[in-house]
């Protein structure tokens, strides 16, 4: 089951440094997601370049924003543990641009005390780019205090961040059983009464990630949401992704 489309000859590092780019971006958000090149490490030249690139890279972050900036964008691609102490005052800069790079690195360099911080931003902070990063960074911190916040934010957030709140807690969800049944109730509400096509496309996937830890009330609930999704729902993208998840559950009979 395909998570996202594919996004050519952009990097994270990229979108995180450019004001231009972002505000491009953001305006066409639910089409393409520059996220989905996280894990392609364009900087990736052996592991000697990138050790260079690191320890340049943390020279900037103690110079000013156009230097901080530039040693983001490493850190939004590599991971290093010594980043960390100069990663977490940065999302407190007034910049947006600065605080959003800063969460995106601190997505591909988690560090468990960054946490607290990086929730009272997906749940206070004014900037749609920052809200969204964050939603999307919180899918790599293994920590219970994340999901009711990521759940607040598929609720009631704008379209982007409830895309990647929906992404985030599949993998937040997967922890235990117990935070799989939470995130699945949300989950399945947002499939029902979500009015973006590529966020309720996005529950499905998540809850197909969820589907095994869920009891077996909560699989027939889903499972018969799919079916009349894949026979009834006006938008194809929805409907073709509900085939998808039934295809793979092997419940494929359902929609014929």
Sequence with gaps: ??????????????????????????????????????DKDGFSKGIL???????????????NREQRLQGLRVFCEYRDNRSFPFLLPLLDQPC?????????????????SAVEKLVILLEKDDNAYVRRATAW???????????????KSLKNDVAAVRLWSSSSLSEIGSISSSNAQL???????????????????????????????????????????????????????VMEEAKTALDALGMKGFYK
């Design 183 to 237: 995130a699945a109730e949300q989950l399945l509400e947002s499939l029902k009464i979500d009015n973006e096509p590529v966020v309720r496309s996005n529950c499905i996937w998540s809850l197909c990630r969820l589907f095994e830890k869920l009891d077996n009330i909560f699989q027939e609930r889903f499972v018969d949401e799919c079916t009349k999704i894949a026979l009834f729902d006006k938008e194809p993208s």
């Design 96 to 112: 947006p641009v600065e605080r959003m790079s800063a969460v995106y690195a601190l997505g591909r360099n988690p560090f468990p």
């Design 49 to 63: 370049n990138k050790n260079l690139e690191c320890d340049e890279a943390l020279k900037l972050l103690k110079g």
């Design 137 to 151: 960074s919180l899918a790599n911190y293994d920590n219970q205090i994340v999901l009711k916040p990521l759940i």
């Design 1 to 38: 089951m395909t998570k996202r489309k594919d996004v050519q000859n952009e990097t994270l590092a990229e979108i995180a440094i450019d004001p231009d780019v972002l505000a491009k971006e953001l305006s066409v958000e639910l089409e393409v997601d520059p996220l989905e090149e996280i």
